[in-house]
Nanobody, 128 residues
């Protein structure tokens, strides 16, 4: 089992930046596909970004392309989400999620039901 904890959220003005971290314990993250999801008040959970096991592939929703970048440091068992040019509509609780995957895969999944392990989330609030 893997335990993940997010950090780095906060309050920022529109146009600002934040970097979220997702630190794992219990298992090495190199065996897991990692993704970031967010949930705004009254809305469903939404896939934001994902990164394949080895980090070669990434995937983003259209609304964050060119603004957000996800990366991973498997040696540190940590995944990151760099968020630039933040907008008020980015306001949400951000969660990281992990799914074990075979070594040969470069897949990234956008369905939240696919992921096995979730963090508690970190609040990101963007003021206008």
């Amino acid at each position: 089992q893997v335990h993940v904890v997010e950090s780095g959220g906060g309050l920022v003005q529109a146009g600002g930046s934040l970097r979220l971290s997702c630190a794992a314990s219990g298992r090495t993250l190199s065996n897991y596909i990692m993704a970031w999801f967010r949930q705004a008040p009254g809305k469903a959970v939404e896939f934001v970004a994902g990164i394949s096991r080895g980090g070669a592939n990434t995937l983003y929703i259209d609304s964050v392309k060119g603004r957000f970048t996800t990366s991973r440091d498997n040696a540190k068992n940590t995944v990151y989400l760099q968020m630039n040019s933040l907008k008020p509509e980015d306001t949400a609780v951000y969660h990281c999620a992990a799914k074990w995957a075979p070594a040969a895969t470069s897949e990234i999944y956008t369905n939240s039901n696919t992921y096995d392990y979730w963090g508690q989330g970190t609040q990101v609030t963007v003021s206008s």
